[in-house]
């Protein structure tokens, strides 16, 4: 590891701006800004059921995951047509390149869209689309990983995978997201073993309200590669080894965090605990439109709130290159640009 230099308090934004990041835990539809929200209803001939931006914005006080994913859910409607589904991606992937993040691995799920009347075909061809041209027009990677809805049953998972498998060369891997209590992995025991068979590389959300059973489940039973969140394993100290011994990846979203109350306050958030106790843990957005904020306002408001390091903003970057779904020569190319920055910082 690179000898880091001290960083004064105030230059740490500056910092945490020009590092090169890679972001592993984001929900397209998370990202469905209210400004485009109303812009993509207009498009399609529908309402939102707000009377305008600022009154949407006003509805997003959570108490829960629960609380969250009903207006997230009310949120997609308006998305209708591949067109909406590559431009609610563009909007993103143009956010996120002006936070260099130069990898980027998108959350994105079809039940709720087939749910609807859409086939996975519009979703995923149009999200595709974006990510090409993200490559191409603002020079980042960003690839896609199809997560299954916790709260449906292992059938429809069954029947999400199936739809997805003509489209299987746009896709990496397979999550599992949605109301996490009362759903545990084992539930998907089966669906994940077929992704697995099938080449798919594999995460799952646990940890996040749930309990440090969830996060032995998702790793021993569904065989994931990364923990999403996995928050809650400071609580189980046997876990906490197995995590850093396998070096298995947390993608944490402090604001996430924050806005659902999993953590009363910032200062409470248990971030820089984990680096302390050598898990290779991540900063990442969740779902940006309604939490408050991108990467990189996850990444200054954490730090600002605990006190954090230019050491631990350097460990973060490179664990978040160390943790993506990358091959090893561009691994090695991201490490060099984050050295770089590094370097060469004042
Ligand atoms: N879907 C979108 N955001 C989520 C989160 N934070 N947890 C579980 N499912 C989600
Ligand atoms: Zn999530």
């Given amino acids: 590891m690179l000898p880091i230099k001290p960083v004064p308090a105030e230059r740490l934004p500056e910092l945490l701006r020009r590092m090169p990041k890679a972001e592993l835990h984001m929900h397209i539809e998370g990202s469905l800004e209210p400004e485009q929200m109303f812009a993509l209803a207009q498009r399609n001939g529908l309402s939102v059921p707000y009377a305008d931006v600022a009154a949407l914005r006003r509805a997003y006080v959570f108490n829960n995951l629960q609380e969250f994913l009903d207006i997230y859910h009310a949120g997609t409607l308006v998305l209708r047509t591949e067109q909406d589904f590559y431009d609610m991606a563009w909007a993103y992937l143009v956010r996120a390149a002006a936070d260099n993040v130069l990898h980027t691995e998108i959350f994105f799920d079809t039940q709720t869209h087939t749910g609807h009347g859409l086939s996975a075909e519009v979703v995923i061809n149009g999200l595709h689309r974006a990510c090409v041209d993200a490559q191409a027009q603002l020079g980042i990677s960003a690839v896609l990983i199809l997560c299954f809805l916790r709260h449906l049953s292992e059938a429809e998972a069954f029947e999400a995978l199936e ?67 996995g928050v ?96 090893a020569s561009a691994r090695r190319a991201y490490h060099d640009r984050l050295d770089e920055v590094f370097e060469t910082f004042e």
């Fill in 232 to 327: 809650q394993a400071l609580r189980d100290p046997a876990l906490v080894a197995r995590l850093v011994h396998e070096r298995i990846p947390l993608t944490v979203c402090p604001l996430s965090n924050l806005k659902l109350r999993v953590f009363s306050s910032l200062t409470e958030h248990n971030l820089g605990r984990m680096l302390e106790a050598g898990l290779v843990a991540t900063v990442n957005s969740d779902d940006p439109a309604y939490f408050g904020g991108y990467i990189n306002e996850n990444f200054t408001q954490t730090f600002a709130a605990l006190g954090l390091t230019a050491r631990h903003a350097y460990q973060l970057a490179r664990n978040s290159f160390a943790a993506s779904f990358i091959d």
């Fill in 163 to 229: 739809q997805a498998l003509p489209l299987r060369d746009k896709l990496v891997g397979v999550g599992l997201a949605s109301s996490e209590l009362g759903h545990p992995p084992e539930k998907f025991a089966r669906v994940f073993a077929k992704a697995r068979a099938l080449g798919f590389r594999l995460v799952a959300h646990a940890g996040e309200e749930g309990p440090p059973a969830y996060i032995w489940s998702a790793l021993d039973v569904l065989k994931v590669e990364r923990i999403d969140h």
